[in-house]
């Protein structure tokens, strides 16, 4: 999975994706997909911009994320993913992926 391919399927996501006054960057081994979710609807951008919440995680822990070849939680404690700031605005990023 690439970069374009994440920044595709948050796009699409995010449409139906409440809206929660945060933003959310997901900052990838690839790039950055930042997520504003202050409007409606949310909007996606690959913009490295200052935001909310920031994940950090590979791309590769992402695809197994969303096959569930990887639980959440276990990703986290183990640091395949790093979550900085807003723990809240994080758990929307759920709702999208």
């Known amino acids: ?10 796009t699409e996501s995010v449409k139906s994706a409440p ?14 997909v930042f997520i504003d979710l202050r409007q409606d609807p949310g909007v ?3 913009d490295d911009a200052d935001a909310d919440a ?8 992402l ?3 969303g096959t ?3 639980n959440p939680m276990m990703a986290i404690m183990t640091g395949k993913i790093k979550i900085k700031g807003d723990m809240g605005a ?5 709702a999208i992926l």
């Open 68 to 70: 569930r070849e990887t």
């Open 44 to 46: 996606v951008s690959n």
């Open 54 to 61: 920031v994940v950090t995680t590979t791309l590769d822990t």
């Open 90 to 94: 994080a758990l929307a990023l759920q």
């Open 19 to 32: 809206i929660t006054g945060k933003t959310i960057k997901l900052q990838l081994d690839e790039g950055v």
């Open 63 to 65: 695809e197994k994320l």
């Open 1 to 10: 999975m690439t970069l374009q391919e994440i920044t595709a399927e948050v």
